[in-house]
C-alpha cells in the first residue's frame, strides 16, 4: 500500500487556541444489516473485539472501533492495511445473513482538532449543542460541517475526529482552518 | 427554522440538517391506474391551513426518511414517526386532537 | 450651543483624549464617548440632511431609535454608510462623512427642496411625472433616486472577516439593563443555562442615568454586585455589544455581537452572528421616548429629555446652555432637575397637562423653573437650529404664541416599550391607555415547537413602569421562563420602589387644534420628512389601512424603521379616521430589530469556501497541466487541457484527434457509483430502470434509464452485475447523492418489506477511462490482469491488478473507441494515473476533458443528460425505445408515459442534423415552423439539443428533436438564428461515427 | 374622477392639500353583483380593471378578506421581465411586460414602471447553453433579449465581480426592456381606475363560503353578508387552495414560504436587476435606495409569512460573493410572502368544476411581473366563459394530460 494518499497529504494548522491536522489513512468499513441479528453482533465482536454500539453511541476496543450510523448501519474503524481483509471475512462470516459491507476507507477524510478551542470551531459551523453536557466522549455525531455531511466524535483528551467525504476534504479543512484561526469565544 | 426530531436516531434535528419531501401518506398508482388516480397521485396535495403530515429526510445525519404532522400556520409540532406506516399511527393522531379538538381527521 | 461640561460623565475617561475627524475637520473626545457625543461636545449641531427636503438635522436621542445622525464611516475597504453615531463607540482616528449634503452641511444646495415642500406631500410622486412617458425613466427618475437615500455605496471589497456560532441554551434574555440582569440572576439561580446579551459596550441600561435606587442604594451599585454574582455562576454567559436581532420560529434566535467595531485594528473577525436555540427567550429590551409633534420638532437642538440627560450624566455633555423642557408627562422633570444640577439653564418647562402635582414637579419648582401646564410649543424659532420657541396653550390653535429664548429644547411624549422581539415571532400586542402605549399581551405570546410559549417580556418591555415593578416583573419573568425550561425557580426580586408620578397625558399634535400652516411643520418620520399632514393627507385619500397609510407615506419605512414615528404616526391616522388606536393596530415588526451586516450573514463562506468544492482524486494534475475548469455541481472538471499556445477549441481539437487515434485519458471519477446488494436487489433495480436488469449475468455491464414519476428521462449510467444478489450503479457525475436519495426514498417510504441495501461507494474509487486503439496495450505495458477481448470483453468487468494495484476494469464506452474503465481506491488513483501516463507516452497520450468527451459522444450519438433532456424528455422521444423493456409490466414512470401527451405521435424526436455548407448549426437553435400562432409567435417544429464541430468528420454536426423527426429523413429544415436570420439543415441519423460499433467491441 | 397632473398638485398646494378626494371609494356589498372578483391584490385587481376596459363588465365587487394589495402584491421584489422559455410562459409575461410600460398612462397613477434592464448571469456552462437557448426562444416569440459576455456584464453592472473563485460570470441573458415598478402602485393605480369605472372595492370582507346551485355559482357568503353574483373569480395567491376548497374543488398546489429583504438605502449603484441563478440569489435597487434582496423558497407547506432564516443566509452569501461592496452594507428588514406552487411551477388560469367559476393562481414566484397579463386573460376567460390564446394552455387539465409548461428546464428558476 506503499502509494496510498489522503486526500490533503496530512495538511495541518495551528490557531491561537485551536490546532487542525488531516488523520493519517484509516480503515472504515460500512456494515449494513439488522442490528438486533445475534450473528452480526457475534462477528462484529468477533472481528473487531467490540459489543455493538446502541443508538448513536461507539465504542472502541484498542485500535479498532465500531460506530452506530443509524438504525441499519455501522461504522467500522480498523487499521487502513486490514479494511479489504475485514470486508472479506464479514462477507464470510455473514454468508446467507442478509447485510452489506463495504470498504469506505478511500472515500473518507479525516480530521483531528485539538486544543481547548476544539468545540468552539465546530460549534461556530455545525448546528449542534457542543455544550460538554449535551456531546462527550462515546457519541458519533452526525450533522453537517458548514456546507457538508459530517461525522465526529471526542475523545478523553478532548481532541475532536471529524470525518467528511474524501472530494470535499479542501472545503473541510478551509472551513475548519477559518474556524480555527479566531480566537476564543468562551462560551463552551 | 423548524426542530423536528428524527425517530430513528432520536436527535433534535435543526432544519438544516434534513431535507423536506412533500406530503406523506401519498398511495403510488402505477400502469392500470385511472387518468384521474394517476394524476391525483402526482399532483394533487393537501394544502390545509392547520393541522398537515409531511416527509423530511434526515439528510446531513442518519440518511432515513420519517414523517411528521405539523400544524401550517403555526408550525406546532404534533409529533414525527416512522416512513413505513400508511396512516399516522393512533397516538399522533391524539395528540393532534388533544391540541386541535376540532380536528377533523385526513382529508 | 452644545459643549463639554467641567465635570460629570460616568462613561468617559476624561484623562484618555481621542482624536477622529467628521467631514475631514479634526476633532476631540474622550475615550468612553459615543461619536453622538463627541460630535455635541465639539459644538456640532447640523450632523445630517433629511431624504426628502433637505432640511438642517441634528442628534435626536441617545441609541439605537436614532433617526438623524447616520454617518459615512471609515475608509476604503473599511468604508461602512448609514452608521449610527449614537451607537458607535468613538475610538482613536475615527473618520465618519455626514451623508445627503451638498456641497456642505451649512450650506445644502438641496434645501431648495424646501420652498416646494408644499409641492411635495405624501405620494405626489404616484400623481406625477406621469407624462410623457420616456420621461419617467430617464429625466423624472435618475433625479429622484440621486436625490433619495443617503448612504454612499462602498467602492472597495471588504476587508474583514466574520464568523458565526451555535449556541444552544435553555433561556436567551435579551437586554442588560435592570430588567434583564435581574431576570438573569433569578433564572441563573435555577441552574438553567442562561446567555444574557446587551446590545451597548456596558449594562446597566437607563436605571443610574435616571437617578433610580435598588436596594436603598444608587441602582450602581446594585449593577455592579450583580454581575459579580452572575460572573460566578458557571451557567450564564453574559455578553455585551450583543445585539438580540431577530426572533424565528422553534426557539431560534440571532444575536449580532460587535468584536471589532470599536476597535478596528484588532485581530480576528468583525462581527459574529449567533444562531442560538433557546428553550424560553425574555425580552428585557426597554422603552424608547416618543418625540412630540410640533412645528420644527426637528430642528436641531430639539432632542428627546431622556437624551438630554443620558449625554449630561453618561458622557458630561451639555445639548445646549439653555433647554426649554415640553412634555406630557413626569419623566421630563428628571432632565430639568439633572441639566439644573448640572448648572446649565432651564427657562421653562412646558407641560400640556392641566395640573400638575407631583413630586417631581414640585422639585423642579422648588429650584426656581418656571413650569407652564397646559401649555404647548407652538413652534420652534430658528433656521439651522435652536433660536426659542414660541409658547402656546394646549388647546386651541396656538395663536400668535409668546416667545422663549432658549438654544436646544427637550421634548418628551411618554414612552413606547420595545416590542420588536416579542412582535417578530407573531406575538400580539395590547394598548394602555394609562401610559398611551402598546405593550404584549401575555395572553397572545409566540408558541413554540410544542404549541408552548416561548417568549416572555420583563421591565418596561412588559409595560413596567417603575424601578420596583421592572424589578419585580423582571424576576418574575425569569422565573417562569425557567420553570418552562424545565427548572425549579421561584421569583425573588431586588427591593426597590415606584417613584410617585402623575399619569402622563397623550398629546398628538401640539397645538391640539393647529391649523396646516403648523402641521406641515410637524415631523412624525425625521428621516423620511413625513409630517403629521401626510399622514392626514393618506387618511382622506382612502389609505386607511395603517399598511397603506405606511406605504402611501412611507412613514416608519426608513433605517431607523418607524422606532420613533410609529406610534405617533397611527396615532394621528386613528385621529383623522375618527377610530381608536387598538382599532387601527400597528404594522408588523420584522428582523433585524437592528440592521446587521451582511458579511455576517454570510460569515465564513467567501472566496474559497463560498461553496464546497469537489475535488477529484487527479485534481492537482489537472491543476498542473492546463486544465481549463468546467463546475458540475459541486465538482470541477477540466473541460479541456491547454497547452501553451492553445486556444480553447484548439485544445478540444486535438484531444479528440489524439483519442480517436491513439490515446486519450479521462479522468471519470466524478461518475456516480452506487452499491445495490440484497434478495430484492434485481427486483428493485427493475423498477427503477426502464430496461430489465434483473436478467444481467454476473460480470456483465448494462446500459440504463432511469426516469421519474412523471415519466421524464433523469438520469443514466451502465450498471454492473457483481454476483447474484449484488449490482454496481453508475450515475451521471454530480447525480449519485440525488439517484442514492431516490433509491433510499423508494426502499424507505415504498417498498420497506424488500431486501435491499444501497451504499454510495462514488469516493471510494477514482476512475480512469482509457480509450483509444492503443488502450489495450498500453494497459499491457502496466501488466497484471489479462486484459484480451476473450478475457474481458466488450460490456464485460472483471477485478485485478494494474503494476501492482488493484483495480476493477469495465469495457464500456462512451467514446465509440476500444475503451477502458478502470476503478481504483482513490488514494491510489493519482499513483496509477501517473503510470499510465509514463506507459502511455510511447503513443503520444493524451489528458482530454468534459468537451472532447462530449463531441466524441455526440460523434456516436449517445445522449447527454442535460443536453439531450432537459426534465420534459421522456426515452421514447430519444429513440431509446430499445431501452424500454416491453415484458416489465411496471418501472417508475411507466404509466406516466401512457397518458394522451405522451403517446401523441407529433412528440419533438431525437434525430441527427447537418448544415448544408458544413458549418456548426448554432445551439439551442430553433427549428421554424408555418406561420405564427395565436399569440403571435412563430411556430416552431424541434430544437437543437447538442453541436459541435467534429474533428474527427471535419464538419458541424448537431443533435435536435425534431416533429416526426426520424420518418423526415434526408428533409431539408430551418433554424432560427437570433439576429432573426436562418439557417439550414439536413434530418440525418444521429449515428455520426462508426455506425456499427465495429472499434469499440475490438 | 379628478385627473392627477402636476397642476393638480400645484393647485391643491395652494389650500394645503385638503382638496383631494378618496382614491377609490368605500361602501358596503350591494345585494347582487354580475362578477365578484375575491381577492383586491394585484391579480383580482386587474381582473377587474380588464373586464371593464375590454368587456364593459362594470357590475363587478372585488373582495378582499385584508388590505388592498396586501398579499404578494404588497411583499415582493417588483421584478418585471418576459425572458422565458416555453411559448405559453413568454407569452403572457410579455403581454404583461408590454401593459406595464404605458400602466401608469392607462390608469393615470405613476406605478414607476423603469425598464432599467434584467441581467441573469450564466456562471456554469450549462446555464450558458440554457439561456442561448432561451435568446434563440425570445427572438422568435417577440421578446427582446440577447445573450452577453461578460465584458458587457461588467459594462451594465459595474459592481459585479465577474471573476469570482467559485463561479466565474461566463455571461447573461439580457432583456433591455425588463425592469421594475412600484409594486403598492400598481395596486393602487388599478383600484383607482376601477372605482372610477364605478366598480365597488370592499375590503376586510372575507368570503367564508361559496354558494352554487346544480353545479353553478350563485354568490359568495361573507363577513358583510350573503352576496349573489353570475360569476365568480377567485384571485387570491397563496390562499386558493383554501378557497378552492370551499367551491368544493382541489388544486394541484402548495403553499410555501418565499423571503424577500432589503439593505438600509444607499445612492444609486446599480441601475439593473440581476439574477444569479446558480449560486441563488437576486438583487436591485429601489428608487429610494434599498438593495433589493431575494432567493429560494422553503421546501416545506407554511402559511406564516415567516420563513427559514438558512435561506436568508444562502441569499446573502451568494450576493455579497457576487457583489463583494456589499458586504458592509445591512440588512434592514427581512419579510416572506405566501406563494402558491404548481406541479409544474407554472399557472392556473382557468375554469373549474363549479360553473360560472374561474380560478387564477399557481404563480409562484412569478406573481408581479404577470399582473397586467394575468388580468388580461383572466378578464376574457370570465367574460367569454372561455380561454383566449393567453391562458389557453394554463388550464387545470393539462396535468392530466401530462401537457405541462416547465420553465425550470431552462438553466434559469423563476423569480
Same mark, same amino acid.
Given at each position: ?103 469506505? #476507507? ?34 458519533? $455525531? $452526525? ?23 474524501? #472530494? ?21 | ?107 | ?78 468604508? @461602512? ?116 446579551? &446587551? ?15 435598588? @436596594? ?100 458630561? =455633555? ?93 421634548? !418628551? ?132 389601512? =395603517? @399598511? ?120 471519470? !471519477? ?79 417510504? &415504498? ?19 482509457? =480509450? ?138 431525437? =434525430? ?17 415552423? &408555418? ?72 | ?113 423603469? +425598464? ?13 447553453? /440554457? ?11 417577440? *421578446? ?19 471573476? /469570482? +473563485?467559485?463561479?466565474? *460570470? ?7 426592456? /425588463? ?167 407554472? +399557472?392556473?388560469?382557468?375554469?373549474? +368544476? ?40 394554463? /388550464? ?20
Amino acid at each position: 500500500m506503499s502509494d496510498a494518499m489522503t486526500a490533503l497529504n496530512g495538511a495541518s494548522m495551528q490557531g491561537p487556541v485551536a490546532a487542525v491536522r488531516e488523520a493519517a489513512l484509516q480503515g472504515m468499513v460500512l456494515l449494513r444489516g439488522d442490528l438486533a441479528d445475534e450473528t452480526l453482533a457475534a462477528v462484529v465482536k468477533d472481528l473487531t473485539g467490540c459489543d455493538l454500539p446502541g443508538q448513536r453511541e461507539m465504542v472502541q476496543a484498542g485500535n479498532t472501533a465500531v460506530a452506530w450510523m443509524s438504525p441499519d448501519e455501522l461504522l467500522l474503524l480498523v487499521p487502513y492495511e486490514e479494511a479489504g481483509t475485514t470486508v472479506a471475512s464479514l462477507s464470510q462470516a455473514l454468508e446467507g445473513v442478509y447485510h452489506l459491507a463495504v470498504d469506505v #476507507s478511500d472515500a473518507r477524510a479525516l480530521f483531528r482538532i485539538s486544543g481547548e478551542g476544539a468545540r468552539e470551531v465546530l460549534a461556530r459551523l455545525c448546528p449542534v449543542d457542543l455544550s460538554p453536557a449535551a456531546f462527550g466522549p462515546g457519541e458519533m $455525531r $452526525r450533522s453537517r460541517l458548514a456546507q457538508v455531511p459530517a461525522a465526529f466524535w471526542i475523545d478523553e483528551t478532548g481532541t475532536i475526529s471529524l470525518v467528511c467525504f474524501r #472530494s470535499v476534504a479542501g472545503y473541510a479543512f478551509g472551513a475548519l482552518s477559518a474556524a480555527a484561526e479566531s480566537g476564543p469565544v468562551n462560551f463552551l | 427554522m423548524l426542530i423536528l426530531q428524527c425517530p430513528y436516531c432520536g436527535i433534535q434535528c435543526d432544519e438544516t440538517e434534513l431535507a423536506p419531501g412533500g406530503q406523506a401518506h401519498l398511495k403510488r398508482h402505477g400502469p392500470g391506474s385511472s387518468d384521474e388516480d394517476f394524476e391525483a397521485y402526482l399532483f394533487d396535495r393537501d394544502n390545509p391551513m392547520g393541522v398537515h403530515f409531511e416527509r423530511w429526510r434526515h439528510a446531513n445525519g442518519c440518511g432515513k426518511w420519517f414523517l411528521a404532522a405539523r400544524c401550517t400556520t403555526t408550525l406546532e409540532v404534533f409529533g414525527t414517526y416512522s416512513a413505513q406506516t400508511t396512516e399516522p399511527p393512533a397516538e399522533i393522531a391524539d395528540r393532534i386532537r388533544a391540541r386541535r379538538p376540532n380536528w377533523e381527521g385526513r382529508t | 450651543m452644545s459643549h463639554r461640561l467641567p465635570q460629570g460623565g460616568r462613561l468617559v475617561n476624561r484623562d484618555a483624549p481621542v482624536g477622529f475627524t467628521f467631514d475631514s475637520k479634526r476633532m476631540q473626545g474622550l475615550e468612553g464617548d459615543t461619536l453622538a457625543s463627541a460630535l455635541l461636545a465639539n459644538g456640532q449641531g447640523i450632523v445630517n440632511r433629511s431624504y426628502k427636503y433637505h432640511r438642517p438635522r441634528g442628534i435626536l436621542a441617545s441609541g439605537p431609535e436614532e433617526p438623524n445622525a447616520l454617518v459615512g464611516l471609515g475608509q476604503g475597504k473599511r468604508f @461602512e454608510p448609514d452608521q449610527r453615531a449614537t451607537t458607535t463607540e468613538l475610538f482613536d482616528g475615527l473618520s465618519a462623512m455626514s451623508q445627503n449634503a451638498w456641497p456642505s452641511l451649512g450650506f445644502d444646495a438641496m434645501a431648495v427642496n424646501q420652498w416646494f415642500a408644499s409641492m411635495m406631500p405624501a405620494g405626489f410622486y404616484y400623481k406625477t411625472f406621469i407624462w410623457p412617458r420616456s420621461f419617467w425613466m430617464h429625466i423624472y427618475e435618475p433625479v429622484i433616486r440621486e436625490a433619495a437615500a443617503s448612504g454612499l455605496p462602498p467602492k472597495e471589497e471588504d476587508c474583514d472577516t466574520y464568523e458565526h456560532f451555535h449556541a444552544f441554551v435553555d433561556l436567551l434574555i435579551v437586554g442588560g439593563g435592570i430588567a434583564g440582569l435581574q431576570a438573569a440572576l433569578t433564572a441563573g439561580k435555577s441552574g438553567a443555562t442562561v446567555m444574557l446579551v &446587551e446590545q451597548a459596550a456596558h449594562w446597566g441600561g437607563r436605571a443610574p442615568v435616571d437617578g433610580a435606587e435598588i @436596594e436603598g442604594q444608587p441602582a450602581e451599585v446594585w449593577i455592579n454586585e450583580t454581575l459579580q454574582t452572575l460572573g460566578t455562576m458557571k451557567n450564564v454567559r453574559l455578553r455585551t455589544r450583543c445585539m438580540g436581532a431577530g426572533v424565528y420560529d422553534h426557539g431560534y434566535a440571532l444575536a449580532y455581537e460587535r468584536l471589532t467595531d470599536h476597535a478596528p485594528e484588532a485581530e480576528g473577525p468583525r462581527h459574529r452572528l449567533w444562531k442560538i436555540r433557546a428553550r424560553q427567550i425574555v425580552t428585557a429590551t426597554g422603552a424608547i421616548e416618543r418625540p412630540l409633534s410640533f412645528a420644527g420638532n426637528d430642528l436641531p437642538g430639539v432632542m428627546l429629555a431622556s437624551a438630554v440627560r443620558d449625554y449630561v450624566v453618561n458622557f458630561g =455633555v451639555a445639548p445646549g446652555h439653555r433647554t426649554v423642557i415640553v412634555t406630557n408627562n413626569d419623566d421630563a422633570y428628571r432632565t430639568a432637575l439633572t441639566l439644573i444640577d448640572a448648572g446649565l439653564e432651564v427657562p421653562v418647562v412646558i407641560d400640556v397637562r392641566d395640573r400638575v402635582n407631583s413630586p417631581l414637579a414640585r422639585e423642579v419648582s422648588r429650584r426656581g423653573v418656571a413650569v407652564e401646564t397646559g401649555a404647548a410649543v407652538m413652534k420652534v424659532k430658528g433656521k439651522k437650529g435652536v433660536e426659542g420657541v414660541m409658547l402656546c396653550r394646549a388647546n386651541g390653535t396656538g395663536g400668535a404664541g409668546a416667545p422663549v429664548e432658549c438654544d436646544s429644547v427637550a421634548m !418628551s411624549g411618554g414612552w413606547s416599550p420595545v416590542v420588536h422581539l416579542w412582535s417578530h415571532c407573531g406575538g400580539k400586542l395590547t394598548w394602555s391607555d394609562e401610559n398611551a402605549h402598546f405593550h404584549p399581551d401575555p395572553n397572545r405570546a409566540p408558541t413554540g415547537a410544542e404549541g408552548e410559549v416561548f417568549v416572555r417580556t420583563a421591565g418596561i418591555a412588559s409595560g413596567a413602569m417603575g424601578t420596583g415593578s421592572v424589578l419585580q416583573d423582571a424576576s418574575a419573568a425569569g422565573a417562569a421562563a425557567a420553570r418552562a425550561a424545565g427548572f425549579t425557580a421561584k421569583s425573588a426580586a431586588a427591593r426597590a420602589a415606584d417613584a410617585e408620578e402623575a399619569p402622563m397625558k397623550p398629546v398628538w399634535v401640539m397645538p391640539e387644534q393647529a391649523l396646516p400652516e403648523l402641521r406641515s411643520k410637524m415631523f412624525l418620520d425625521f428621516q423620511n420628512d413625513v409630517k403629521v399632514s401626510d399622514v392626514q393627507l393618506a387618511a382622506q385619500e382612502g389609505y386607511e389601512s =395603517v @399598511e397603506l397609510t405606511k406605504r402611501y407615506t412611507t412613514l416608519g419605512m426608513a433605517n431607523d424603521q418607524g422606532k420613533l414615528s410609529n406610534i405617533n404616526g397611527l396615532a394621528i391616522l386613528a385621529g383623522s379616521l375618527g377610530a381608536e388606536i387598538p382599532q387601527v393596530g400597528t404594522t408588523t415588526f420584522r428582523p433585524p430589530y437592528q440592521p446587521i451586516s451582511f458579511g455576517s450573514i454570510a460569515g465564513e463562506a467567501r472566496g474559497e469556501i463560498f461553496q464546497p468544492l469537489r475535488r477529484t482524486p487527479m485534481h492537482e494534475w489537472h491543476e498542473a497541466n492546463g486544465a481549463y475548469w468546467e463546475p458540475v455541481g459541486h465538482w470541477r472538471r477540466p473541460y479541456c487541457y491547454q497547452q501553451p499556445g492553445e486556444t480553447i477549441e484548439q485544445a478540444v481539437q486535438r484531444e479528440v484527434r489524439t483519442t480517436r487515434a491513439s490515446l486519450g485519458l479521462l479522468d471519470a !471519477s466524478t461518475l456516480g457509483k452506487l452499491v445495490v446488494k440484497g434478495p430484492d436487489a434485481g427486483r428493485f433495480l427493475d423498477m427503477l430502470y426502464t430496461n430489465k436488469m434483473s436478467t444481467l449475468k454476473p460480470g456483465r455491464c448494462r446500459y440504463g434509464l432511469m426516469c421519474n414519476e412523471n415519466g421524464f428521462l433523469s438520469d443514466d449510467g451502465v450498471v454492473a452485475r457483481i454476483d447474484e444478489d449484488t449490482f454496481l450503479c453508475h450515475t451521471t457525475s454530480g447525480g449519485a447523492d440525488r439517484i442514492h436519495g431516490w433509491m433510499e426514498d423508494w426502499l424507505q417510504c &415504498e417498498w420497506w418489506d424488500w431486501k435491499v441495501y444501497v451504499a454510495n461507494v462514488t469516493e471510494q474509487c477514482g476512475q480512469i477511462a482509457v =480509450v483509444g486503439p492503443n488502450a489495450r496495450k498500453v494497459l499491457e505495458r502496466l501488466g497484471g490482469m489479462d486484459v484480451s477481448r476473450q478475457a474481458l470483453p466488450f460490456m464485460g468487468w472483471a477485478d485485478g491488478e494494474l503494476a501492482g494495484t488493484p483495480v476493477r476494469i469495465y469495457r464500456i464506452s462512451f467514446s465509440g473507441e476500444l475503451s477502458y474503465e478502470i476503478a481504483v481506491p482513490a488514494g491510489r488513483a493519482r499513483a496509477l494515473w501517473d503510470k499510465l501516463f509514463a506507459a502511455g507516452v510511447e503513443f503520444g497520450a493524451t489528458a482530454y476533458g468534459t468537451e472532447a468527451l462530449h463531441i466524441m459522444r455526440a460523434e456516436k450519438g449517445f445522449i447527454m443528460i442535460g443536453d439531450e433532456t432537459d426534465g420534459t424528455v421522456i426515452p421514447q422521444d430519444l429513440g431509446l425505445d430499445w431501452a424500454i423493456s416491453k415484458k416489465k409490466d411496471d418501472y417508475l414512470g411507466k404509466r406516466a408515459q401512457q397518458r394522451s401527451f405522451m403517446t401523441s405521435p407529433d412528440r419533438w424526436k431525437l =434525430v441527427g442534423l447537418e448544415t448544408l455548407d458544413g458549418s456548426v448549426l448554432p445551439d439551442g437553435a430553433y427549428a421554424l415552423g &408555418e406561420g405564427d400562432n395565436a399569440n403571435g409567435q412563430r411556430n416552431t417544429i424541434g430544437r437543437v439539443t447538442s453541436s459541435y464541430h467534429s474533428p474527427t468528420l471535419g464538419r458541424g454536426i448537431a443533435m435536435g428533436l425534431v416533429k416526426h423527426g426520424p420518418d423526415r429523413m434526408g428533409e431539408v429544415i430551418r433554424f432560427g438564428k437570433t439576429d432573426g436570420g436562418t439557417i439550414e439543415a439536413k434530418i440525418v441519423s444521429p449515428v455520426f461515427y462508426d455506425p456499427d460499433g465495429e472499434k469499440q467491441d475490438v | 374622477m379628478r385627473r392627477y397632473s402636476a397642476f393638480a398638485i400645484a393647485r391643491e398646494a395652494l389650500r394645503h392639500h385638503t382638496g383631494w378626494n378618496r382614491a377609490w371609494r368605500s361602501r358596503d356589498p350591494k345585494k347582487h353583483y354580475k362578477v365578484i372578483v375575491i381577492g383586491a391584490g394585484g391579480h383580482g385587481l386587474a381582473t377587474a380593471y380588464y373586464l371593464g376596459k375590454n368587456y364593459g363588465i362594470r357590475d363587478i365587487a372585488v373582495l378582499e378578506k385584508g388590505w388592498l394589495g396586501g398579499g404578494n402584491t404588497g411583499r415582493n421584489t417588483t421584478i418585471i421581465r418576459s425572458n422565458y422559455l416555453q411559448d405559453p410562459s413568454a407569452a403572457i409575461y410579455e403581454k404583461s411586460r408590454s401593459l406595464y410600460e404605458t400602466f401608469s398612462q392607462d390608469v393615470n397613477y405613476n406605478a414607476m414602471f423603469s +425598464p432599467r434592464g434584467v441581467l441573469m448571469l450564466a456562471q456554469t456552462h450549462h446555464e450558458v447553453r /440554457g439561456y442561448q437557448r432561451t435568446a434563440h426562444a425570445n427572438a422568435l416569440q417577440g *421578446v427582446e433579449t440577447e445573450f452577453v459576455g461578460p465584458e458587457r456584464v461588467k459594462e451594465i453592472v459595474p459592481i459585479i465581480n465577474i471573476d /469570482g +473563485p467559485r463561479y466565474p *460570470v461566463l455571461g447573461a441573458l439580457w432583456q433591455p426592456r /425588463g425592469g421594475t415598478a412600484r409594486h403598492d402602485a400598481v395596486a393602487w393605480g388599478y383600484a383607482r381606475a376601477c372605482s372610477g369605472m364605478g366598480m365597488d372595492i370592499i375590503q376586510k370582507c372575507e368570503v367564508t363560503g361559496v354558494r352554487s346551485d346544480g353545479g353553478t355559482v350563485t354568490g359568495v357568503t361573507t363577513t358583510k353578508g350573503d352576496i349573489a353574483c353570475d360569476k365568480l373569480a377567485i384571485v387570491v395567491a397563496g390562499h386558493s387552495g383554501h378557497l378552492a376548497g370551499m367551491a368544493g374543488f382541489r388544486l394541484p398546489i402548495e403553499s410555501v414560504a418565499l423571503q424577500a429583504l432589503v439593505s438600509e438605502p444607499i445612492k444609486p449603484c446599480m441601475d439593473c436587476v440581476v439574477m444569479a441563478n446558480t449560486v441563488h440569489g437576486y438583487m436591485s435597487q429601489s428608487d429610494k435606495g434599498e438593495m433589493v434582496i431575494g432567493g429560494g423558497a422553503d421546501g416545506y407547506n407554511n402559511y406564516t409569512q415567516r420563513g427559514s432564516f438558512h435561506h436568508v443566509e444562502e441569499t446573502v452569501r451568494a450576493l455579497v460573493e457576487t457583489f463583494p461592496m456589499i458586504s458592509r452594507l445591512k440588512m434592514m428588514r427581512q419579510w416572506g410572502g405566501i406563494v402558491d406552487m404548481t406541479g409544474d411551477r407554472s +399557472p392556473i388560469i382557468s375554469k373549474t +368544476p363549479l360553473g360560472n367559476t374561474f380560478i387564477n393562481c399557481g404563480w409562484g414566484t412569478g406573481g408581479f411581473k404577470s399582473i397586467p397579463g394575468s388580468g388580461w386573460a383572466m378578464a376574457e376567460l370570465v367574460a367569454k366563459g372561455e380561454p383566449g390564446p393567453l391562458a389557453a394552455e394554463f /388550464g387545470l387539465d393539462r396535468f392530466r394530460e401530462g401537457r405541462f409548461i416547465d420553465e425550470s428546464v431552462a438553466a434559469g428558476v423563476a423569480h
